[in-house]
């Protein structure tokens, strides 16, 4: 488990597919899903782990770029 595609095709797997739309959105919601395929017993604490980390790590550039986009939007002016 080492990249959303990975987490994806776990979701897959259970019948979950998220496209909402915007990136950040689809990882926010992914985390959800697998805290409740956690929650039921489907996967364990490794696995869970592991795939919270991958969405951690997504999340964290998906914000990253929007701070950019703002940033260059805005001049570079806070």
């Known amino acids: ?3 959303l595609y990975d987490v994806q095709q776990l979701l897959k797997q259970f019948g979950v597919y998220i496209h909402v739309g915007k990136r ?3 990882i926010e919601l ?3 899903e ?3 395929l956690y929650q039921s017993g489907v996967i364990d604490a490794k696995l ?3 795939v919270k980390i991958v969405l951690s790590h997504e999340h964290r550039i998906e914000d990253t770029r929007a ?3 703002s940033d260059q939007n805005n001049g570079g002016i806070l």
């Open 1 to 3: 488990m080492k990249t």
């Open 24 to 26: 950040v959105w689809d």
């Open 30 to 32: 992914m985390a959800i």
């Open 34 to 36: 697998v805290d409740h």
């Open 48 to 50: 869970y782990a592991r």
């Open 67 to 69: 701070q950019a986009a």
